[in-house]
């Protein structure tokens, strides 16, 4: 079985506000991610940046074979949504936004009122890829690190603003890594050495950053530490980041002004690690360098991102 998260950037149709300028481009913009679809044929794909829900269902329509889609209700201001394609039903377990209990909203920005739930709604399903074994699986896009100040700059006035914005930022990132964190929680129910669960989804930063340690649960025994072959009481609600498992020369999934980054992740429970057969990353062309400016990229075919993938023994 294979498994993969993958943001296709700005996926609208042609009259979207972010959308191609013409139909040839739309085509263009389809066929791109449909080639690398039907080459790396998961069975399982998060995707995010999901704009037009139609546009989606244009791109499954090029795929070979039939396909089965969830997407979130939850869109962010610009219209952009995670979900799923499969090759077996769907059914939506959760598609949360608020933010846990006791977490206070955050401050976003300098004036107006705090956030108090995820920008983009977390979605989380259920298949049966095998008979008698469900997998349950959650997809999100956590607020990215690219800035946008008022007026929809993406450029600072001067230094003080950019540390806060910097900071609002940071700080949103880390309450909807939480978020996703406590729905974890619940598709583990009490035992991940019991429960196949995946979560995935481009987490907008590295796997040593804060906010994605957040998902992993209890610390310690990620993949390549001393505590890795030796299990704990945390196994039962610890979830394990497969970056370890790509070829180093592939360990990156977005280049930003020049420097390759793994932003994007594949998480599992205990109950799936032992069946990890291989992971990586499968772009089928050099990724663009991109720069703080996403506007930039719009119209522009293919994604800014590449799919990270893994095989399991399912």
């Known amino acids: 079985m294979t498994i993969g998260t993958w943001n296709l950037e700005n996926l609208f149709r042609p009259g979207d506000p972010d959308g191609p300028e013409d139909d ?3 085509r263009m913009k389809l066929a791109a991610p449909a ?13 995010q940046e999901v704009g037009n829900p139609d546009a989606l269902a244009d791109l499954v329509g090029l795929l ?7 997407l979130s209700a939850h869109p962010d201001g ?5 979900g799923f394609i499969a090759r077996t039903p769907l ?3 959760a598609d949360v936004t608020a933010f846990p209990a006791l977490f206070a909203p955050v401050q976003t920005q300098d004036t107006g009122a705090p956030a108090s739930g995820m920008g983009r709604g977390g979605l989380a399903v259920t298949t049966e890829p095998a008979a008698g074994r469900p997998l349950t699986a959650a997809v999100c896009h956590l607020k990215s690190k690219l800035l946008t100040y008022p007026g929809n700059r ?6 003080g603003e950019r540390a806060r914005y910097a900071a609002y930022a940071l700080s949103r990132r880390g309450a909807e890594a939480a978020t996703m964190r406590a729905l974890a929680d619940r598709l583990l129910a009490g035992d991940g050495r019991t429960h196949d669960v995946v979560l995935m989804g481009d987490l907008n930063d590295q796997p040593q950053a804060a906010t994605t340690q957040i998902l992993y649960g209890p610390p310690g025994s990620q993949i390549g530490t001393p505590g890795f072959t030796h299990p704990d009481r945390g196994d039962a ?4 980041n497969l970056a370890p498992r790509i070829p180093e020369d592939q360990r990156f999934s977005r280049v930003f002004e020049g420097q390759g980054e793994l932003i994007d992740h594949i998480l599992v ?5 032992a069946r990890v057969e291989s992971a990586g990353t499968g772009a089928d062309h050099p990724l663009p360098s991109v720069s703080a400016r996403p506007a930039e990229r719009q119209g522009e075919p293919g994604s800014d991102h590449a799919p990270v993938f893994a095989r399991l023994a399912y």
Do not use: F, M, N, Q
Request: proline share 7%; glycine share 8%.
């Open 24 to 26: 040839a481009t739309y």
């Open 35 to 47: 080639t690398t679809i039907g080459r790396l044929k998961p069975d399982l794909l998060g995707i």
């Open 64 to 70: 070979p074979g039939r396909w089965h889609s969830a």
């Open 78 to 82: 610009r219209g952009i949504r995670v």
């Open 91 to 93: 059914t939506t377990v």
């Open 154 to 159: 993406h450029a600072p006035r001067d230094e």
């Open 237 to 240: 609600s610890r979830l394990w």
């Open 269 to 273: 429970s205990h109950a799936l690690l």
